[in-house]
């Protein structure tokens, strides 16, 4: 058994993946469930809204488990295109927590195409690996990958919102629509972890978390196929040497500046005394030629 498979799902619950996921399906949907696991959540989906629910799982043991719920389960992998060829068309696939398991997941999106119906959409829930907790992870130097969660040593991939905006619309999908599983440290519990690493907590941290979905713990959402192929670009990758010397030679250009804005201050300076200078020594000529005259 996989380490999902007891995984339930509770009607009228809040602010998690299966609930926030279950509000984007409709009373009679046609559902496919990538990484059914035990088919608990398509057990749901039957029971509360008549849906039909046809699982896919590479976890034979959850497999014979989620065949007893669902109204079909399928050993065997997506990707794998003679699979997909038995499968029909779709109103609803669901990925919960799978596409961050994925090898390759634009391929894998782009090949699913076929198993969605006219208006069919996926539905999603993807860890945010920018979450608060990561992030503090991160700035004490470490990164512990857990069995479990943002860090699940399982993951092949680990997502922000640009990176799941990109891997979306580089296989021709367009989100249309969040609602993501919020998880908040209270600013207590985040001052206490940054000052046990020598870090200070301060108004400017706390505006960049906000800023930057720093409570976003999973990212659930829709998305609907379109016929835009527009790849989307990646920055080129910077070595940190590289941005050393960068800044160094920014420095260095900076420093040349406030060398140049020196002299120029100190020739102006000069000037500016210079015809002090002059200034004086005429009055005091005309003062003496005054003098001589009496």
């Excluded at 021709?172 to 599983?181: A, F, R």
Aim: proline share 3%; glycine share 6%; with cysteine.
């Amino acid at each position: 058994m996989s380490q999902y498979s007891n995984h339930l799902f509770e009607p009228g619950s809040k602010n998690n993946s299966w609930s926030h996921l279950y509000e984007y399906i409709s009373e009679g949907d046609n559902v496919l469930d990538v990484g059914c696991s035990s088919g608990n959540f398509g057990e749901v989906l039957i029971k509360l809204k008549k849906c039909t629910v046809t699982g896919i799982d590479l976890d034979r043991a959850d497999i014979d488990k989620a065949s007893k719920k669902l109204t079909k389960a399928i050993i065997g992998d997506i990707n794998d295109e003679s699979m997909r060829k038995k499968l029909g068309t779709y109103d609803i696939i669901i990925f919960a927590d799978v596409i961050e398991h994925l090898p390759d997941p634009r391929e894998t999106l782009k090949n699913i195409k076929g198993l969605l119906s006219k208006n069919g959409k996926i539905i999603f829930s993807i860890p945010h690996m920018a979450h608060i907790s990561v992030r503090i992870d991160l700035l004490a130097g470490s990164f512990p990958y857990k069995n479990r969660g943002l860090l699940d040593k399982t993951h092949f991939h680990f997502y922000d919102q640009n990176e799941l905006v990109s891997v979306f619309a580089d296989a021709g999908y367009k989100i249309s629509n969040y609602n993501p599983v919020i998880s908040r440290y209270p600013r207590e519990l985040i001052k206490d972890k940054l000052q046990k690493n020598g870090l200070s907590f301060n108004s400017k941290f706390i505006e960049n978390l906000q800023n930057t979905g720093g409570d976003i713990f999973q990212f659930i959402g829709c998305a609907m196929p379109t016929n835009d192929t527009k790849k989307t670009s990646l920055p080129d990758y910077k070595m940190p040497q590289d941005e050393v010397y960068d800044f160094a030679q920014q420095v260095i250009g900076e420093n040349k500046e406030l060398h140049n804005q020196i002299i120029d201050l100190q020739k102006a300076k000069e000037q500016e005394e210079a015809r002090i200078t002059r200034r004086i020594n005429r009055k005091l000529n005309k003062i003496t030629k005054s003098l001589k005259k009496r």
